[in-house]
């Protein structure tokens, strides 16, 4: 059985004479994280800058992995810099920009292989086709079968060999099937079974010598331990898509950063990590290997991006010229109000308002196609009204300017229920959990107790007639990242089934709505009725 290195040797473990020590620099799930972001993983404002509040931002992500393998390589170890997917989409730089900003900035840092994520898919494979002629690393994922695409056919490793410190380091990639749902790989990419997959990639380099190996996935967390479980011969699974938080010291409802698993019946461990999302961490695992190139010791940890790291001075110079036209994007025309669209925090943490009406409807007719029936927006997260006349992507923007993503899940009708009582049972101090709705109605009484505020809850049935909730029922919902994370105190969406957080950014899916409205209307209709 393998140990655990002790804190104090974590950098630098103290190897034998014939032993090898490879040091992994890994990131993952960046999603076009440019800038700093806050503690809310949005765009960090010049306030919180000032207050050393922010974290990460691609000049930060460079000055940590510059520093870190200068000073590995300066001890005489050995290092890899890895990514492990979705570097697209999520700010307006990738939006700008696309994937050759993303390719020079990671050409700047110096990356030694990347997963393909399933959200390099999200502009087709004419857009990663583009990023791989760019990146000067290699993309590897070999669960995609790339031969019937003339776009993408060999642009993209099944697996690959680096050298480092003379020796062979093998490396093995898959990507989520479920892409084909979640992104847009279009008909000529196809998916291979994950586990299938990886094991023959395994063997082809075994077949070659190659006794160091190293899943890089895409796949999310709970897959990464069963891939580490059943698939033979590797040594460790370095993963993304899950956003999953790892700490070598975890708190309760974290992951031990690494994650050992038991790997068959062959009684050694199989470490696995991943390092959280939007640039904030930088994960450090070190494996030492046997002459015969078993791991014999595994250790590391993640490392917080915060305003301890200085950011790279010419990268972030780099960064600002390049923040002039998405300020003119924000000045971009994208639809037309009729009438002032309530969304003052005195009015949409308290009751039904215009502007939680437009974005609970947006969201729901964005994804109505899927079976979803049901939107749950918090109030806190509409932070202004808009005026009358033009509305530009700015004005939008200061409406919902946390870079939250659609997401997906189905919950109970007690879960739905309690959802309301959560979001209503602090009025008193203006809470942002109010829970503005679409495809739902329900009443509240302010004066009740907190808990049982909550009454005649009412969904709808057959598609056009209302209903009360059934309590056991399951309901398919929309709502945005941070409210099914347990945001806003939303703890009964936290294990939601089939839960999917990264979808469209929701200012997008708002500013497409109302441009398909024409001059939008803005309403109240009697969902939420608030008891005086």
């Not at 170890?77 to 997917?85: F, K, P, Q």
């Not at 410190?165 to 291979?192: H, W, Y």
Request: aromatic share 6%.
């Amino acid at each position: 059985m393998r140990v655990l290195l002790t804190s104090a040797a974590i950098l630098f473990p103290v190897a034998a004479q014939a032993d090898y020590t490879l040091h992994i620099l890994h990131i993952n799930d960046l999603h076009s994280r440019i800038e700093a972001v806050n503690a809310f993983d949005s765009t960090c404002s010049a306030e919180d800058a000032a207050e050393n509040k922010c974290f990460g931002g691609m000049a930060r992500v460079k000055a940590a992995i510059n520093a870190k393998r200068d000073e590995i390589i300066a001890a005489g170890g050995n290092v890899i810099v890895l990514d492990a997917g979705d570097q697209f989409q999520g700010s307006l730089y990738y939006s700008t920009y696309k994937s050759g900003l993303i390719a020079e900035l990671m050409n700047d840092i110096g990356f030694d292989a990347m997963a393909v994520g399933n959200h390099e898919f999200d502009d087709g494979p004419e857009e990663l086709a583009v990023f791989a002629d760019a990146l000067n690393a290699p993309l590897v994922s070999g669960n995609l079968d790339l031969s019937a695409s003339n776009v993408l056919a060999g642009k993209v490793e099944n697996h690959l060999v680096l050298e480092v410190g003379g020796e062979k380091i093998g490396i093995v990639s898959a990507l989520a099937t479920d892409t084909v749902e979640t992104s847009s790989p279009g008909p000529n990419v196809t998916f291979q079974d994950e586990i299938e997959s990886l094991q023959a990639d395994v063997q082809m380099l075994t077949d070659e010598g190659v006794t160091k190996v190293i899943a890089l996935t895409h796949v999310g967390f709970a897959k990464d331990q069963i891939i580490a479980a059943k698939v033979q011969g590797l040594d460790a699974v370095v993963g993304g898509h899950s956003h999953t938080l790892m700490l070598a010291t975890p708190e309760e409802g974290q992951a031990q950063y690494p994650t050992p698993i038991t790997q068959g019946d062959e009684a050694f461990e199989v470490p696995v990590v991943t390092a959280y999302a939007y640039s904030k961490y930088l994960g450090h695992l070190v494996l030492t290997f046997d002459d015969a190139g078993m791991v014999t010791d595994y250790s590391g940890d993640v490392m917080l991006l915060d305003a301890a790291v200085e950011p790279d001075a010419a990268m972030a110079a780099r960064i600002a010229e390049l923040g002039g036209p998405i300020e003119e994007l924000k000045n971009r025309v994208v639809a037309e109000s009729a009438a002032i669209i309530e969304g003052s925090r005195e009015v949409c943490r308290q009751m039904e308002c215009a502007m939680g009406n437009l974005v609970a409807d947006a969201m729901l007719a964005r994804v109505a196609d899927q079976g979803v029936t049901i939107a749950i927006q918090n109030g806190g997260g509409l932070r202004s009204s808009i005026d009358a006349g033009p509305v530009t992507m700015g004005e939008v923007l200061t409406v919902l300017p946390f870079q939250n993503t659609l997401s997906t899940f189905t919950v109970t009708g007690a879960d739905l229920v309690a959802a309301l009582e959560n979001g209503v049972s602090d009025l008193e101090n203006g809470a942002g959990r109010f829970a503005q709705v679409a495809g739902l109605k329900y009443s509240f009484d302010p004066a009740a107790a907190a808990g049982s505020r909550v009454s005649d809850v009412m969904v709808l049935v057959g598609g056009d007639a209302w209903g009360p909730i059934d309590p056991a029922a399951n309901y398919n919902v929309v709502s945005n990242n941070y409210v099914r994370g347990g945001g806003d105190g939303f703890a009964m969406f936290v294990n939601a089934a089939n839960a999917y957080d990264f979808g469209p950014d929701l200012a997008d899916v708002v500013a497409e709505y109302m441009a398909g409205q024409g001059a939008y209307a803005p309403y109240t209709d009697g969902r939420i009725t608030r008891k005086e």
